[in-house]
């Protein structure tokens, strides 16, 4: 609501969704989470429990998993720190 002037006005954002497999077997709950201009973070879990999240902060960002934490560095970070970015934010 409020067309582009209110889009232009909002700085953060919260996405939940469930993702279903093609053939019903599998679920995946999602949370995205976002706030201008460069923090995001992207939750993910299964049914089982098992989830892992990815985040940016700035100029960094990082995956976690159940076994590690993995900082991400060189062109991979380049890549998450280029996708990330709120909608209305330009560079």
């Known amino acids: 609501m409020g067309g582009s002037e209110a889009w232009k006005n909002t700085n953060t954002m919260m996405m939940k969704g469930l993702l279903q497999t093609e053939d019903a077997s599998a679920f995946v709950a999602i949370e995205i989470y976002k706030k201008a201009p460069d923090k995001s973070l992207l939750k ?8 892992n999240a ?5 100029k960094s960002a990082w995956m976690e998993d159940p076994r590690a934490i993995h900082e991400f560095k060189g062109a991979e970070l380049e890549s ?9 934010s330009r560079k």
């Open 44 to 51: 993910m879990k299964t049914a089982a429990r098992h989830g």
């Open 80 to 88: 998450r720190l280029n996708g990330h970015n709120f909608p209305n």
């Open 54 to 58: 990815r985040s940016v902060r700035g």
